[in-house]
């Protein structure tokens, strides 16, 4: 049957909802009324009221509105400290140069800007290796110090001293000018950890500061001990590595360390807090080398991986670069965004960050084929085009880079026996020192008895120099003909001079002799005698 529906029964529904509507709409309208009533039916009791009132009012105008209007957006913040950097490089400018001509104030602001832009950036490159020349053997410096091989050595931002570390657990400061020993920090016979302050197994790696605050050396015994550079003393002690510390680096202008070892990670300390960050991993095996520079990255060397991995730390990311020789024993930044790496298979190679292939590979860069002579340290001059590659062949080579680091030049090679395990430029460029010793600072795979343990200065003097020293030479040699010439005129001068003072004075008596006769005959004429008539 169908379902039948009573419309009277829902008009009677509807209609009740309806009254129930407009009974709430007509009471909502009954409150605002009531509501605005009061507000009008008060009164102010006293005048205090209106005072409060109005420093209320006052109070919100300057914590609120004028606030509000006046604060600095961050682009005006911005702006006014770029107007206040260049105002400071103009007065900078214009008292370096005595003119007061604007476009020549300008024109430097304008290059040193640029410079800035370029270092920053890491696409600055110093044409460092066409200032250099090959030294001669008598002019290298040798320091023997160490009774075992060195196996670290690291420089003084001022390029000033020389810190060394060796096998024997010892690390010691030079005087680069005098060459004298300043001081030692001995090491200890192991299982004494607990009493000895020193090392006491096999240093592998020093790191200094920008600054010259902290000096920090990683040995065998898994830790890195923190040093002062000026006192020696010791600072502390990080432990936290479960394998050899191999390779250590402070980021420049920062007290942020990081340390690398055979336990295939990488860890991030802050010295000046004395504190641990960070563990990083990517690495299949030992890591042989670490490197940085101003950035927050690291770039590490993976051995027997034939990986390098370079470890951006803010973003907590990392680029991997594979190698197609053999094991990569060591990696050197060159800018932010080149760097230099070398091998055991005795290959040299120059990668691009961009790049998963190098640049430019040579092959065989020390010694002959298959004769095990591995790269056992480079080095860059940063910022510049000049490298620097050692082993166990008896020489350290130095390297040109061609333009856009698209080509790899030997410029000379200086000869040094032993292996060559560690590699420093100087900051200005005008010396790379070399740690030598009779072994790998690794292993003890190979041992060359003729080497001796110790470090060398290998000055690189300067084309520039020798130029202007020649140039000297000939203005002095010209200043010496200039001189004998001269000596010849006033020699013919005062020749000529005598003579005609001889001249003259022949001349002078003659006349003196024609005036006593002209006087004698007119006094006899005259019969005068004026013996004061001439004079």
């Given amino acids: 049957m169908p379902f039948l529906v009573n419309h009277k029964t829902k008009k009677r529904k509807y209609e009740a909802k309806d009254t129930k509507t407009k009974g709430k709409q007509v009471e909502l309208k009954k409150r605002k009324k009531k509501w605005w009533t009061k507000g009008i039916d008060k009164e102010i009791s006293s005048d205090s009221e209106v005072e409060s009132s109005n420093e209320d009012t006052e109070t919100r105008g300057k914590y609120y509105s004028s606030d509000e209007e006046e604060e600095e957006t961050p682009q005006q913040k911005r702006l006014r400290l770029a107007k206040k950097y260049l105002s400071e490089l103009e007065d900078e400018e214009a008292e370096k140069k005595d003119d007061d001509d604007d476009l020549d104030v300008k024109e430097a602001v304008s290059s040193r800007l640029k410079h800035d832009i370029a270092e920053q950036a890491g696409k600055l ?36 001293f020389v810190f060394t570390a060796g096998k024997d657990c010892n690390i010691c400061k030079w005087d680069v000018s005098s060459g004298k020993k300043l001081h030692t920090i001995k090491g200890g016979r192991k299982g004494t950890e607990d009493t000895h302050v020193g090392h006491t197994d096999h240093i592998l790696c020093l790191a200094l500061s920008t600054d010259q605050r902290y000096l920090a050396a990683g040995d065998m015994t898994h830790s890195i001990k923190i040093w002062s550079p000026d006192t020696c003393a010791f600072i502390h002690k990080f432990q936290g590595h479960r394998g050899p510390v191999t390779g250590l680096t402070f980021r420049e202008g920062s007290h942020d360390l990081y340390s690398c070892s055979t336990d295939r990670a990488v860890k ?40 390098i991995h370079i470890w951006k730390i803010p973003e907590d990311s990392q680029l991997l ?37 190098p640049l430019v590979t040579v092959p065989q860069a020390h010694g002959a084929p298959h004769s095990q002579d591995w790269v056992t340290a480079v080095a860059a001059l940063h910022h510049s085009n000049l490298l620097a590659s050692g082993s166990k062949d008896g020489f350290v080579k130095l390297w040109k880079c061609g333009e856009n680091f698209k080509s790899l030049k030997l410029l000379f090679e200086v000869p040094v026996k032993g292996f060559v395990n560690s590699l420093k430029f100087s900051k200005n460029g005008s010396f ?18 003729e080497a001796r343990n110790g470090w060398v200065i290998i000055p690189l003097r300067e084309a520039v120099e020798a130029s202007n020293s020649s140039s000297e030479e000939d203005e002095e040699e010209e200043g010496e003909v200039q001189q004998n ?38 006094r006899h004429n005259n019969d005068l005698e004026h013996d004061d008539f001439f004079v």
């Fill in 432 to 449: 790379l020192v070399c740690g030598v010793g009779q072994e790998h600072r690794l292993g003890r795979w190979w041992r060359i008895k």
């Fill in 268 to 307: 991030l300390w802050i010295v000046s807090d004395r504190a641990y960050i960070d563990t990083l991993y990517g690495h299949d095996t030992q890591i042989t080398s670490i490197d940085s520079l101003s950035k927050e990255r690291a770039i590490t060397s993976g051995g027997r991986d034939h990986s």
């Fill in 125 to 160: 490159v110093k044409e460092a290796a066409d200032t250099c020349s090959c030294p001669k053997p008598e002019e290298l410096r040798v320091f023997r110090g160490h009774k075992l091989p060195v196996t670290a050595i690291v420089i003084s931002s001022d390029d000033k």
């Fill in 485 to 522: 010439g001269d000596q010849e005129k006033k020699s013919e001068e005062e020749s000529s001079s005598e003579e005609d003072s001889e001249n003259e004075n022949k001349s002078n008596n003659l006349k003196r002799r024609k005036t006593e006769n002209r006087s004698e005959n007119y």
């Fill in 321 to 357: 670069f594979r190698g197609t020789g053999g094991s990569i024993e060591c990696v050197a930044l060159v800018n932010e965004g080149y760097f230099f790496s070398g091998s055991d298979d005795s290959s040299l190679s120059l990668w691009n960050v961009l790049k998963k292939k």
